[in-house]
Nanobody
Framework: QLQASGGGLVQAGGSLRLSCAAT????????MGWFRQAPGKEREFVAA????????YYTDSVKGRFTISRDNAKNTVYLEMNSLKPEDTAVYYC?????????????????WGQGTLVTVSS
């Protein structure tokens, strides 16, 4: 089970830190990703991190602003979001993949959290 938290309302230029806690899993074996779905749009890839945390991947629109990290001892993955923009408004989902394949493809992910809403006001 994946439990995402940390969403909320923030002004443009502000910051938020999302967390996703995993239970009932061998967390260190999972590739972890963050996706988001804005109103009226399809869910899209945001960021992913390898099992060890050494390798990270980002969609172009968040590079330099968002940072994904993980703490395998706490079974938790984080998404630090800075310089937030109104277009970052979305429900953010964490997900776990058993195989490190096409990590930007949501179909590669086997388990999903319930989502946490991030709203950025202008």
């Amino acid at each position: 089970q994946l439990q995402a938290s940390g969403g909320g309302l923030v002004q443009a230029g502000g910051s938020l830190r999302l967390s996703c806690a995993a239970t009932g899993r061998t967390f260190s074996r999972d590739i972890m990703g963050w996706f988001r779905q804005a109103p009226g749009k399809e869910r899209e890839f945001v960021a992913a991190i390898s099992r060890s945390g050494v390798n990270t991947y980002y969609t172009d629109s968040v590079k330099g602003r968002f940072t994904i990290s993980r703490d395998n001892a706490k079974n938790t993955v984080y998404l630090e979001m800075n310089s937030l923009k109104p277009e970052d408004t979305a429900v953010y989902y964490c997900a776990a993949a058993l195989v490190e394949a096409d990590i930007r493809n949501q179909r590669e992910y086997d388990y999903w959290g319930q989502g946490t809403l991030v709203t950025v006001s202008s």
